[in-house]
């Protein structure tokens, strides 16, 4: 979730991974319920067995998936305050390109910003 918020305020403009790969994302009052009843039984039962909270059996979604999906919600549904840059970034499976997108997009932009603050008087970021 701090992923798609990130990229939402435009803080985050590249990511280092595979946009066909998924994650397990999972609910949050799911884990919870799911927590409740497995302490529960653990309780009652006394069970030798281990519990593992997962969607990826029943629903995958890949990298691009989710984040075509938040980019969706953010534009039309509920566009975020303090907003550094427009909503967006890109995915990319070769280190180099995205060490060179880190340096273009974060470090210089964030080094430019901080000259002009501190020319101003101000203390930088």
């Known amino acids: 979730m701090g992923l798609l918020i ?8 590249t990511m280092y991974c595979d946009q066909d790969g998924y ?19 653990y309780l009652t039962q006394k069970p030798k067995t281990y519990f593992n909270f997962t969607s990826s059996s029943e629903y995958q979604i890949t990298n691009q998936e989710i984040i075509e999906i938040g980019r969706r919600v953010i534009a039309t549904r509920m566009p975020l305050n303090g907003v550094a840059w ?4 890109s995915m990319k499976r070769s280190r180099f390109i995205h060490n060179l997108c880190v340096i273009f997009y974060h470090y210089l932009p964030a080094i430019i910003l901080d000259t002009f603050i501190w020319l101003s008087g101000n203390k930088p970021v």
Do not use: C
């Open 86 to 89: 427009y909503p967006g970034g």
């Open 23 to 41: 994650a397990d994302y999972l609910p949050v009052d799911i884990l919870v319920n799911g927590s409740i009843v497995v302490t529960w039984y």
């Open 6 to 13: 990130a990229a939402g305020k435009g803080v985050l403009r």
